[in-house]
């Protein structure tokens, strides 16, 4: 909008130097010749109040008298002032035009999940592009293209989970730098009436997802990390893949002691009254469980060598919306909305105060524990990742330099 006004008043104040011009010969600048003079002074002056609109400096000029701005000993003056403005505004719309930075590729998979709502919300504000960046947004919409396109190196800036990171990386594939997150999937692990302590978990069966599954492993950690051995100290029972809410009734029935459930599913709980019936043991947030929500922020290693500035643009846009996360509502609402399925009005407003209270960080540092996870899900099937180092994975330092900068202090 801001480079619309600039040509329009450029080209506005260009057509009036030109009428100038083609009224005030030299008779017209004469002072011999006051009759010529006022003629052009008034065809010029009602040219000027029927087109400038009465705001900022084209309404002052309208308001100055014509006999002072078209006096001989003014004329000259007017058309170097003309001269000036058209010189800076033809330099700022010259270096609005070279700012502007070669496209960028940006990857973002899954392409619908809260904790990348700073991106949405940075992304429809123009955020980016305000900052000098032309971006192209690209939905893989499988796991597999999303790993094809980064081994490919077709891809700047990565929005996915470090799993697919990490995956890249040990395949071989373009090496893609960790710089920042904005989140996470959100699970609580939930427990049945008698079970008030994790430690009352000793010999129960745990609900788990099918073996190997990021489900799976990540029941396994939440329960380690709770000080109890999934193999020896609990039996797992796997259910069969499906919707979290659906599994919840193994739960509910005391067929299995206790089980992770997902944000959506703590709402329903909640709707019905159900949650009242079970025991909150901890959450991926106690326990820095950072996995999943293609929420961490990579960027391609060759790309970030040579066009630091644009990356660091990228992020800071990231920054903004954080903020408009936590401070606009209203236009956070319908990209919650989008989310999940058949989200009712209630259910957003819940999703939406649990991500941007408990979820979404105030700026998008690196989560090094989700990092270390990714490295040990994906060695578990692939062992090179096991002597791969979070330090050749990231770029810790490029956030704060936003802060240092004042660029992500919002």
Known sequence: MADQTQRFTLITLTQYRLEIYSHLDKAFIDEAQPKNLA??????????????????????????????????????????????????????????????????RVL?????????????????????????????????????????????????????????????????????????????????????????TSRDLFGKKIGTGEP???????TRLALRKLGIDPQNDVALVPMAEGRNSDRIK????GEVAAMMVTAETLYALEKNGTLARLNRLSDHKEL???????????????????????????????CQGIALAKSDKARALPFVAKSGRDLDPAAIEYLYNLYVNDVIPPKPHLKTEGIELALQMTASSNPAAQVIK???????????????????NF
């Open 288 to 318: 820095k469980i950072y996995a999943g929500g293609g929420a961490d922020y990579a960027i391609a290693a060759s790309f970030l060598k040579s066009r630091r500035e644009e990356a660091k643009k990228f992020m800071g846009g990231i």
């Open 212 to 218: 190997g599954s990021t489900p799976d492993q990540l």
């Open 250 to 253: 193994s739960l509910l029935s």
């Open 108 to 196: 973002y998979y899954p392409p619908w999940n809260i904790s990348k709502l700073p991106m949405y919300l940075a992304r429809d504000a123009g955020l980016f592009e305000r900052s000098g960046l032309s971006i192209e947004w690209i939905d893989p919409g499988s796991n597999e293209k999303l790993l094809a396109i980064l081994k490919q190196g077709d891809a700047d800036i990565a929005v996915v989970s470090a799993n697919h990171v990490v995956q890249n990386n040990v395949a071989g594939g373009a090496r893609m730098i960790l710089v920042g997150n904005s989140g996470y999937n959100y699970s609580a692990l939930l427990a049945g009436p008698s079970i008030k």
């Open 390 to 408: 979070v330090e050749e994975l990231t770029d810790r330092s490029l956030v704060p330099e936003l802060e240092k900068e004042g660029r992500c």
């Open 39 to 104: 003629v052009a002074n008034r065809l010029i002056a009602e040219k000027l109040r029927g087109t400038y609109p009465r705001r900022g400096i084209r309404h002052r000029m309208t308001l100055l008298d014509h006999r002072t701005i078209f006096r001989p000993e003014r004329t000259r003056f007017f058309l170097k002032l003309i001269t000036a403005i058209e010189t800076i505004l033809l330099l700022s719309l010259c270096t609005d035009i070279f700012a502007q930075s070669e496209t960028i």
